[in-house]
C-alpha cells in the first residue's frame, strides 16, 4: 500500500515536475492535486489549457493517464489531513498562508523560501544535512502541529552546498566565492524571463538570489547543536547570472579550506562523498561526480547524469589568489535535484527516518 | 598627409576589424593589404570569397571600396619599410616569424599573443598603463631594430585590467578572482565554436585563456622602474567560459584592496578614472562607466557604448568573503576595445607619443 | 518650424522606436507624449522604471534628453487638436476606441490592427500602394472627421507586398504562398515570447497572423477604384512561424506569375522597383536589394541595411512546382520598415502629397 | 545468436548514432569499428579523445563498454565478408570507394548520398515504399555483387515522404512545395555551422539539399515497375534553410491533391497510416502523430516522441492558393529516423524480408 500525497500548486512548472517524479514512484501514490481557485473544479488536462487550446505541460510526452482525469481542487480547502504528505510548488506569499495550515496535521514538503530560514526549520539535502531533521521535533513542539514544514533549498544552492560538504568535512572551510551561470528554468513560466532578454546575451542579476544562496548555505553546512542549526562562521559571497541555457545551473567556485589540501586530496575527497543514501528511490548513484575533462561539466551535456540526481564537479584546480586555495566548476540540474525531485528526496529521507509514516 | 599603414593577416575576421577601424582614419590610411600565400595577388573581395560565391565579410556592412579591389599581398614578401606602420592580426605562430621581420624597420602593432610577455616587449593598454611605452627604448637597443612589436592584451585581459587600474591606483590590491563569460567571437572563425557546442550551453573552459589572463594583469599593471616591469605583487586568479553570446565579455570579479573603501568611494574612483586619452580618435568617451541599473550591464545592450571601447562596470558592491571585499560585475568589447579597435588606439598614443612617425 | 506631433502609447516597445525615429527628425517634433493611466503624471524616463529601479528603454543607449524629463499624459485624455499628428503604438483594443477620437481633429498614424480592413481606411505602404491615400477623402466624409487613421501593415505583411508589387505589375500575379521565420520582437514584451519557449526551438504557429498577412496583402496591392480598393484576385497563403531571433523576419515565398517570368527578368524587375520616395527623410535609399549571395538574406547580418528601411530579396530562381513559377527569400525589418519607422515614413508621405499639413 | 555487423565512420557524429541505436540490439551485434587511417589501430575510447583529452562522444552518456575497447580498424582493410551487414557513416566520396568494395560480398547500409540517385539502387524508407527492395535482385545481378547497397535519404527528405505517402496513396498529389527550418546537427561537426553564424539567425541555404529532397522525394514515392522505379510526375519544390535549433527539422508543407479532401479526411488518412512495420525493433509506434494543438510540433519539444522515428504533422489546414489545396508543418527527428537508427530500421526490414541473412 502506497502513502497517499497531494500536491498543491500542481498546474505550475514545479508542479508539474512533482507529478512527473511522482508517477509510479514505488512509495508515494499522487491521489490529489491542487491549486488556486482559477484551476479548482477542471480536470487536471482542462486545467493545462490555455486559450487556444494549447495544453501547457512544459515536462516530457504528456501527464500520466492517472492524472490527466483527476479533478483539480482548490489549495485553500484542501483536506491535508487525508494524505500521508502534502508537496507545495507554490508561490512564498501563498506557501506562508497554506503551509501553516497543512502542516497542522501532515508533513509539507515545500519549494517554497518562505519557511527556509526559521530557526526552527530544517533546511534539508539528504546526504548533506539529514541530520538537521532533529530540528523537526522541535517545530512540532513549539507550533503545535502534528505534521512539519521542511522546505528545500534554492536551486542554486543545492549543487553549491553539496560540493561544499565533503571539502569543509575533510579539510574545513575559510571562506566560498562563487558566480553562477543559471537557466533560465529556473524564473519558471510566471514572469519567466523573455527571450527579448536572455537571447544572445548574459543578465548579471537575479532579485534576491545572491542572498538566499549566502544564508542558506551557511546554515545547510551549520551545525547542529542541542536544538539549533548554527550557520558556519565562513563566509559566503556570490554572484548570480542568467545565461541562455534552459535547465542546469553552473557555478564557478573559488575557496580557502582551513587545512592546506593538493587537487588530487580534493578530487579524492570529492569522488569518495557518499551521502548515505542507498535505497533512496531517486537518489542519484554518487552524490557528485568528478570529471578530468576540462570542458566539462556543460549544462547540456551533463545535467541529465544521475537522473539529474548527481552534482558534476569538473575543473578542479589550485587557485593562486587566496589563502589554501582550490577552484572548479559545478553544474546541478535545478529543475530536479534543486526542485521538484530533490524535494521527493528529502520525503523519501524522512520516510526512512521515521519523520512520515 | 596621412601615414601610410599596412593590414597583415587582412582576411580573417580580426583583420577585418582592422579595415573597419581604419576606412576613414584621419591619421592612418591603409595601403597595403597582406595574408597568407592563400590570397596572394587576389583583389581583396575575391579573396573574401568562398567556393559558393558568397563574401566572407563579417563586420558590418561591405568592406570599404577602397579595399575591395587592393590586391592582397603575401604577408611573407610585404616590404615593412614602406609603411609607418604594420598592424598584425594573425595566428600566434606566425606572428613569432613574421613580426620581428617587419620590426627590424616599422613599428608593428599585434594582436598575436606570441611576444606579450618577453622583457622588453610592452603590453599596452592607452590610459591603463602608457608609462609602459618607455620600454620600447630598450626592446629597439637590444634588438636591433628600427622599429619595434607592441602587443595588445589578450581581449578578456584588457576590460579587467581597466577596471582594476584607478582602484588599484586609490585603495592598492591585495587578490583579485575572476569567472568570466566570453562571447564565441573571441574564438574566431577558424576552428571556431560550433553551434552544436554553444547553443544551450556553456562551456567552462578556453584553453590557455585563464594563464593569460593571470601574467597579463599582472604586467600591465606592474611597475615600471629603470627599464624593467615589475609584476604586480598581487595574484590575479581566473575562470573562463563560454557563453552562447556573440560580442562583448562578461566578467564577475571579487577584489581585495589594501586600503578598506566603501562601495560609494569605489564607485567615485572608477568613475573619475580618466585615462588622458582625450585628442585621441578611437579613444572611448570615458574609460570606465558605472551603471546603477542592477541588470546591467548586459553584452548585448551595453557593448556599443562609446563605439565599444569603454568598460562597463555595475552591481559594484561589498563582498563579505574577502577582507575589504569588493565585487562588480563588468563588460568590455572584445573585438573592439580588445582587439583591432584596441590596436589602432595603441597605435594612436604612440603617434601622440612620437614613438610613431 | 516643425509640425507638433503626439506619440500615444509611448512607454511601450513600439512607442519606444517611434521616439527613436523622431528624435532629430527634420519635420515632426514630438511634444507630447501619452500612455495609459498608470503612467500618466510621470516624467518620462520615471515612466521607464520597473520596481527594481531598471530602465526598461529598450531601443538603442538612452531616449533623447528631450523626452526624458517630459511628463507623460494620460492617453484618454489627449488634447489631440494640439497636435499635427498623433503616432499611436497601442493594442487594437485601446485603438478602437481612442484612435476615432484623436482622428475627429488629427491625423492618426497607428501600428494597431483595428482600422486596417475598414472599407474607408487605407493600409498604406509607401511606395507600394501611395495612391491608396486617395481613400482619405471617402473616409473624412462618412465619418465626419477632420483628421483620418491610417494604419500601417502587420510587420510580415510589408516585406512581402514590397516584393510583390514590381512582380505584380510586370508579370502579374496567379497565387503566393509563404512561409515566415519570425522574429522574437514581433510578440512584444507584454505577454512576449518566453525564453523557456523559443531557445534552440521553433513555435509553427502565431495566433491571428496568417489571416492578417493573407488579407492585408490582398488589400495592400488591390486596385484604387472609384472610391474603393478591390483586393487582388489572386490567393495568398501563408504559414507563420517564430524562430529565435531578435529582429528581421525572413519570409520564403512561392509565386505564379500571370506572364512567364525568367530569374533574370524578375531580378531586373525588383532591382529596378523605384517607390517615388526621393525625399523622404525616412526613405531607404532602395526599396528592394537583391543579393546574389546565395547564403543571404540573414536577419542578424542584413535588416539594419538602409536603416532597417529596404527588402532584402535573395535566392531567387525558379519554382518547379507552380505554372510560372518563381521562388525567393526576403528579409525585412520588423520593427523598423514593419513598425514605428515604418509609419513615420507614412506620415512623410502624406505630408508630402498635402494630407497632413 | 545476433548477426555480426561492422560500422564504418564510427567516430564520426553518424557512426556514434549508430552505436548509440545498436547497442543492445536484439537481432545485430556490433564486432567491428571502422575508421579512417587516422583513427586505425587506436582503442574506440581514445580515437575519439581530442588533444585536450577531451572525449568527443555527443550522444547521450558514453559509448558502451563493449566499444571502448574495441580497436578501431582501418576502413580500407576492412574485410566486409565477416559481417552480415555494413553499415556506413560516411562522406560521399569515401562511400563511392568503400561501399561497392564492401558490396561485393555483404549488404551496406548507408547514410551516405553518393548512390541515392543509381537506377538499380533503391532509397528505402521502410513502411513508406518497402517495395522498393525488390530492385535489389536487380542491383546483385548487373553489378555482379553477393551484397548491395542501400542508401536511406537525405533527413531532410525523410519526414516529407513519410507524410507524403498516406495522402499520395488515397487522393493523388499535384505538386509539393516544402519550406524546411534545419536543424544544425544535420550539417555534423565537421566543417559543421558556426555558433557564430547561426546564434540569433536564419541561414536561408544549405549547398544540394533542395536538389536532393526533390529528386530523392520523387524517387521514393514512384512506383515499381518491372524492375525500374518510375519517378511520380508530381513536382516537389524546397526551400531549405537553417535556424538555431539542435535536433529535428520543421517543414512547412503546402500541396495539391489530386482529388479534393477535406481537412479531416486528410488528417484520418495520415493518423490511420500503418507502414506494416510492427515488429521491427527500431520501428515507431505510430508513423505519423497527427496533433490538434496549434503550437504544435516544436523540434524541442516533440523530436523525441516514439525514439524519433515518428513524422509529427500539426496545422493541418486547407490551403487557399492551390487548387485542392492542403497546408501542415510536419517533425521529423534528423538524427534518429533520418539517419543511423532509420537505417538500422531498414536492416530491420531488409532482414525480415529475408534480403540479409
Same mark, same amino acid.
Given at each position: ?234 563566509? +559566503? ?8 541555457? %534552459? =535547465?542546469?545551473?553552473?557555478?564557478? &567556485?573559488? @575557496? *580557502? ?54 552534482? +558534476? ?8 589568489? %587566496? =589563502?589554501?586555495?582550490?577552484?572548479? &566548476?559545478? @553544474? *546541478? ?25
Amino acid at each position: 500500500m502506497k502513502m497517499k500525497v497531494a500536491v498543491v500548486g500542481a498546474t505550475g512548472i514545479a508542479g508539474q515536475q512533482f507529478l512527473a517524479t511522482l508517477a509510479d514512484h514505488p512509495l508515494f501514490e499522487v491521489t490529489a492535486l491542487a491549486a488556486s481557485g482559477r484551476s479548482a473544479g477542471k480536470p487536471y488536462i482542462e486545467a493545462l489549457k490555455d486559450k487556444n487550446g494549447s495544453i501547457g505541460w512544459w515536462c516530457e510526452g504528456m501527464p500520466s493517464r492517472d492524472f490527466q482525469g483527476m479533478v483539480v481542487q482548490d489549495a485553500s480547502r484542501l483536506e491535508a489531513a487525508d494524505f500521508s504528505i502534502v508537496f507545495t510548488a507554490i508561490e512564498s506569499d501563498a506557501a506562508r498562508e497554506l503551509e501553516p495550515k497543512y502542516a497542522k496535521t501532515t508533513p509539507v514538503i515545500s519549494t517554497a523560501s518562505a519557511f527556509r530560514m526559521e530557526q526552527d526549520v530544517p533546511l534539508l539535502i539528504p546526504g548533506v544535512n539529514s541530520g538537521h531533521a532533529a530540528l523537526l521535533e522541535r517545530q512540532r513542539k513549539e507550533r503545535g502541529w502534528k505534521g512539519f514544514v521542511v522546505p528545500i533549498p534554492n536551486c542554486t544552492t543545492t549543487g553549491l552546498a553539496v560540493s561544499l560538504k565533503p571539502l569543509q568535512d575533510a579539510f574545513g572551510l575559510e571562506r566560498v566565492l562563487m558566480t553562477s551561470m543559471q537557466a533560465i528554468s529556473g524564473a519558471g513560466r510566471n514572469g519567466g524571463v523573455l527571450g527579448l532578454d536572455i537571447t544572445e546575451n548574459v543578465i548579471p542579476y537575479i532579485p534576491g538570489e545572491e542572498e538566499k544562496v549566502q544564508q542558506e548555505t551557511q546554515k545547510i553546512l551549520g551545525a547542529f547543536e542541542g536544538d539549533h542549526v548554527h550557520p558556519t562562521h565562513f563566509p +559566503v559571497s556570490a554572484t548570480c547570472t542568467r545565461v541562455a541555457v %534552459l =535547465d542546469g545551473h553552473t557555478e564557478a &567556485v573559488y @575557496l *580557502s579550506t582551513s587545512r592546506r589540501a593538493s587537487v588530487e586530496e580534493a578530487a579524492e575527497v570529492l569522488r569518495g562523498f557518499d551521502g548515505g543514501l542507498s535505497g533512496l528511490h531517486s537518489a542519484p548513484e554518487r552524490m557528485i561526480r568528478v570529471t578530468d575533462d576540462p570542458f566539462r561539466p556543460q549544462p547540456r551535456r551533463d545535467r541529465e547524469i544521475d537522473g539529474g540526481m548527481c552534482t +558534476v564537479v569538473g575543473r578542479l584546480r589550485e587557485d593562486s589568489a %587566496l =589563502d589554501n586555495g582550490l577552484k572548479y &566548476v559545478l @553544474l *546541478s540540474h535545478n529543475t530536479k535535484m534543486g526542485a521538484a525531485k530533490g524535494a521527493v528526496l528529502v520525503a523519501e529521507l524522512l520516510h526512512k527516518e521515521g519523520q512520515i509514516r
